[in-house]
Nanobody, 115 residues
Framework: QVQLVESGGGLVQPGGSLRLSCSIS????????MGWYRQAPGKERELVAG???????NYAISVKGRFTISRDNAKKTVYLQMNSLKPEDTAVYYC?????????WGQGTQVTVSS
């Protein structure tokens, strides 16, 4: 079993920044993949950024150059640094971990970009 807890969401003005954190109950090294997803009202959940066990990263086109995924293995935490935020980034952001083919999700954290 894996528990994930997201934090760091909130209300920010357009152009601002936020850093989301995902704290994991197990070693990150045991995860095949970890990712940040988001779901806006009326839309499907989408992958925002991911990082593999080898450290390879990938990003949605809409956030490339603005968002950065990283991890701190000692703290068992994955981060999503979000810069130059836009109103269309408003969504609930979820952290997901893939452990041996099983997906585990956090409860989500709300990000609202508005003036």
């Amino acid at each position: 079993q894996v528990q994930l807890v997201e934090s760091g969401g909130g209300l920010v003005q357009p152009g601002g920044s936020l850093r989301l954190s995902c704290s994991i109950s197990r070693s990150i090294f045991s995860m095949n993949f970890m990712g940040w997803y988001r779901q806006a009202p009326g839309k499907e959940r989408e992958l925002v950024a991911g990082i593999t066990s080898a450290g390879y990263t990938n990003y949605a086109i809409s956030v490339k150059g603005r968002f950065t995924i990283s991890r701190d293995n000692a703290k068992k935490t994955v981060y999503l640094q979000m810069n130059s935020l836009k109103p269309e980034d408003t969504a609930v952001y979820y952290c997901k971990a893939d452990l041996r083919g099983y997906d585990y999700w956090g409860q989500g954290t709300q990000v609202t970009v508005s003036s």
